[in-house]
T-cell receptor
Framework: GNSVTQMEGPVTLSEEAFLTINCTYT??????LFWYVQYPGEGLQLLLK?????DKGSNKGFEATYRKETTSFHLEKGSVQVSDSAVYFC???????????FGKGTMLLVSP | DAGITQSPRHKVTETGTPVTLRCHQT?????MYWYRQDPGHGLRLIHY???????DKGEVSDGYSVSRSKTEDFLLTLESATSSQTSVYFC????????????FGSGTRLTVV
């Protein structure tokens, strides 16, 4: 079935540093891909998505490009802020079901 | 976005007791989901519903049951709580089956002692 693998965290950065969080997927066909973010003490929120190969999703300065050649959907941001400290989840639809399968999450810690 | 309210926010219960968690949404979304979040496992789907009285199992459904008698309410019941069910439980809702822009509640932290 469909699955995603994320890099393990925590990722620790200083403010204004460049961020990359790796996500690779295994899937039948070319499903939509998603990044969700979870701030401390809250539920997950949709951050961005890409619905087909070569699409780029973007939101709040974050970007991710759907690359079928490398089966990847890496999350990037040019300059992180302390307020970006959160757990980030890569996700894709579960094969044959109307549900999402999430990665294990990557914690990002940004210091001033 | 759907307003999702989970109750209770925190609960401590004893092994062997039944527990019911409630999820309430205010936007008439057809699909609702229950996930559990555990360190090292991320989010795992327990059960989901695709309409009133229509439910299906997720990856980790053993020991859990659900009910949806109204569009706005989705209940998760632990039949006989065990320590392995200590977790944070999240409810989510979505407009339709292909709408993966889920709206999540704030979670219920359940501790089974």
């Amino acid at each position: 079935g469909n699955s995603v693998t994320q890099m393990e965290g925590p990722v620790t950065l200083s403010e204004e540093a460049f961020l990359t969080i790796n996500c690779t997927y295994t899937a039948t066909g070319y499903p939509s891909l998603f990044w969700y973010v979870q701030y401390p003490g809250e539920g997950l929120q949709l951050l961005l998505k890409a619905t087909k190969a070569d699409d780029k999703g973007s939101n709040k300065g974050f970007e991710a490009t759907y690359r079928k050649e490398t089966t990847s959907f890496h999350l990037e941001k040019g300059s992180v802020q302390v307020s970006d400290s959160a757990v980030y989840f890569c996700a894709l639809p579960r094969s044959g079901y109307s549900t999402l399968t999430f990665g294990k999450g990557t914690m990002l810690l940004v210091s001033p | 976005d759907a307003g999702i309210t989970q109750s209770p926010r925190h609960k401590v219960t004893e092994t062997g007791t039944p527990v019911t968690l409630r999820c309430h949404q205010t936007e008439n979304h057809r699909y609702m989901y229950w996930y559990r979040q555990d360190p090292g496992h991320g989010l795992r789907l327990i059960h989901y519903s695709y309409g009133v009285k229509d439910t299906d199992k997720g990856e980790v459904s053993d020991g859990y049951s659900v009910s949806r008698s109204k569009t706005e309410d989705f209940l998760l019941t632990l039949e006989s709580a065990t320590s392995s069910q200590t977790s944070v439980y999240f409810c989510a809702a979505a407009l339709g089956g292909e709408d993966y822009g889920y709206t999540f509640g704030s979670g219920t932290r359940l501790t089974v002692v």
